[in-house]
């Protein structure tokens, strides 16, 4: 496979509502972001992927598009929006737009025409069906609680919508949506961005019939995941997406398909370059290792060797054909260092970087979430008023209205909740962690006053900075980037051990994910030299006098 840019690339993630507040109305905005251009510059990142930004009635915070080729007030403006392009391609960074195509809002004047009757030119470009007994079509569930359907009284009809009521879903199936996508996405290109992050792109193809999933006792409606994941003619939409909007043009682009539920098998032809789909996925399978497979927020544990299990497994799989996107957390899921190292605080500051060093140190395109670069932890969430997630709180009162256990629900959330990502970013100790001057949508972290990006961004001991150095590394390494990748120790639950190998250069990288120092004597790899550590005073030179590994000691070590 001929290596491409985005190969050696790592993006980093904004999530605008809760980055920063230029104007103090208590909610990110574009302007914001453009304040803050230096600091993904300092930090090395090549591409930013901008969550949505575009005109929305915000009923999941941007993900229920009402109009695809404006900027909603909130953020700013298309001027703003072309500011930020050009001051991240001053600083040789890209943009990735965040591209919400399996559904639209239901104030998208789309859906408004095709609500509007049944024969309506637009009403087959939803999905419309006739009730089923009086009842929904099928038994599918919403992800945000309750059924997948809403019934709309003035034409007689149920429409689809996989999660809010307010996100229907497009029919893939008519080719003049799909014109209008392209078209849609094509305008942006030309705009000057570099790319999509496409938001679960592998639902848009669903199972001929919309039959019903298989039941759930004790369950009205159920995830049927398998009835829409991966459809019978996903991989042709895809295809033909890139050759009506990427084929004929000039330049470097990024493309990278969100994809819950996706097989290793599938990925595997989502990304391959012959078939020119997408350059890479987002797959699910680590971050659903510690949740119930119904229930996201009834968590199970984390299986450590599961988790390492998975991440080498895809590794491997995608060793010969297909590319991996590399990420430990993003705007849908628990912070990671809360979640996958140990947000203790003797253990915080070392875990942060550990588990940095695992995902940095595979073979892949690594994704920062912000704030993930200074171990921004889970939010102290107590009671369901702090929540504003669509989906917690649905779930909530779901729970609730069925008299179920409302504490174990609100422990869950607090867990498992999507707020947690989305507290705003921690630039300061001043009081609203400098994000904004007003009061913020959402409750700031109260361990902003110490940690904070000021307090990092100059202290060579920071996570900051062990973030930088991950990047910096992957430059002058090309093999950490590209080289191929082998698993050592598979059995350990503890221990993570791989190797790179590439232009010439043998790395090993070994993380010990808990608090119990580990020894670890791989003679063979005796006399090489360190490259980044993550303790203090580790040797310069692994041998004898160097094979006790302390707690959430992380070490990337180069043979000649
Ligand atoms: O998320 C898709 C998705 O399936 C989950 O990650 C989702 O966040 C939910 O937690 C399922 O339990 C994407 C977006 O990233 C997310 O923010 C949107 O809410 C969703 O699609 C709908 O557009």
């Given at each position: 496979m001929t290596d491409t840019w985005w190969q050696s690339a790592v993006v980093y993630q904004v999530y605008p509502r809760s980055f920063a507040d230029s104007d103090g109305d208590g909610i990110g905005d574009l302007r914001g972001v453009i304040d803050r251009l230096d600091h993904l510059a300092l930090l090395g990142v090549d591409v930013l992927w901008l969550s949505p930004v575009y005109r929305s009635p915000m009923a999941d915070n941007g993900y229920d598009i009402s109009d695809y080729q404006d900027i909603d007030p909130l953020f700013g403006t298309l001027a703003d929006l072309d500011d930020l392009v050009a001051g991240l391609h001053d600083r040789g960074i890209k943009l990735v737009m965040d591209l919400v195509v399996n559904h639209t809002s239901d104030e998208h004047a789309w859906f408004v025409e095709s609500r509007s009757?049944?024969?309506?030119?637009?009403?087959?470009w939803y999905l419309w069906r006739d009730p089923r007994d009086g009842r929904a079509p099928n038994n599918w569930g919403s992800a945000f609680s309750g059924p997948a359907w809403t019934f709309d009284e003035p034409t007689g009809q149920y429409y689809l919508h996989l999660f809010d009521r307010k996100q229907p879903d497009l029919n893939w199936e008519n080719p003049e949506v799909r014109a209008a996508v392209h078209a849609m996405m094509n305008w942006w290109l030309d705009r000057g961005v570099d790319g999509f992050r496409m938001d679960v792109i592998n639902f848009i193809s669903k199972a001929e019939g919309l039959p019903d999933a298989p039941p759930v006792p004790g369950r009205d409606v159920v995830s049927a995941f398998d009835l829409y994941a991966d459809g019978p003619r996903v991989h042709e939409f895809l295809a033909e997406m890139h050759r009506e909007v990427f084929a004929g043009r000039d330049g470097q682009f990024l493309t990278v398909g969100e994809m819950p539920g996706v097989t290793l098998e599938q990925a595997r032809l989502y990304t391959d370059p012959d078939r020119?789909?997408?350059?890479?996925v987002f797959q699910f399978e680590h971050v659903m290792l510690d949740q119930d497979r119904h229930d996201k927020f009834q968590p199970v544990g984390l299986d450590q060797l599961a988790l390492k299990r998975s991440l080498f497994r895809w590794q491997e799989g995608l060793a010969d054909v297909g590319w991996n996107s590399l990420y430990w957390n993003n705007h849908d899921q628990p912070r990671a260092v809360s979640r996958f190292g140990d947000d203790h605080p003797d253990w915080w500051l070392a875990s942060a970087k550990a588990i940095a060093t695992v995902l940095h140190g595979l073979r892949g395109t690594p994704y920062v979430y912000q704030g993930e670069e200074l171990g921004m932890t889970n939010f102290p969430f107590a009671s369901p008023e702090q929540h504003r997630d669509v989906e917690a709180v649905n779930y909530h009162a779901t729970v609730v209205a069925a008299g179920g256990d409302a504490t174990a629900a609100l422990a869950g959330m607090a867990v498992m909740g999507r707020d947690n990502a989305r507290t705003p970013m921690q630039w300061d100790a001043s009081q609203q962690a400098g994000f904004t001057t007003g009061l913020p949508w959402i409750e700031v972290n109260p361990n902003h006053g110490w940690l904070n990006a000021a307090a990092q961004v100059e202290d060579p001991a920071s996570v900051f900075a062990h973030y930088r150095a991950l990047i910096r590394l992957r430059r002058e390494r090309p093999a950490l980037a590209t080289g191929g990748f082998a698993a050592l120790l598979e059995d350990d639950p503890v221990l993570w051990a791989y190797t790179r190998t590439g232009d010439g250069e043998r790395l090993l990288v070994v993380v010990n994910a808990g608090r119990e120092p580990r020894d670890l004597r791989l003679e063979e790899w005796y006399g090489a030299e360190l490259l980044l550590g993550n303790l203090p005073g580790t040797p310069a030179t692994y041998d004898g006098s160097a094979t006790t590994w302390a707690g959430w000691d992380a070490r990337i070590y180069a043979l000649r």
């Open positions: 009757s049944r024969d309506n030119p637009k009403r087959d020119a789909e997408v350059d890479m």
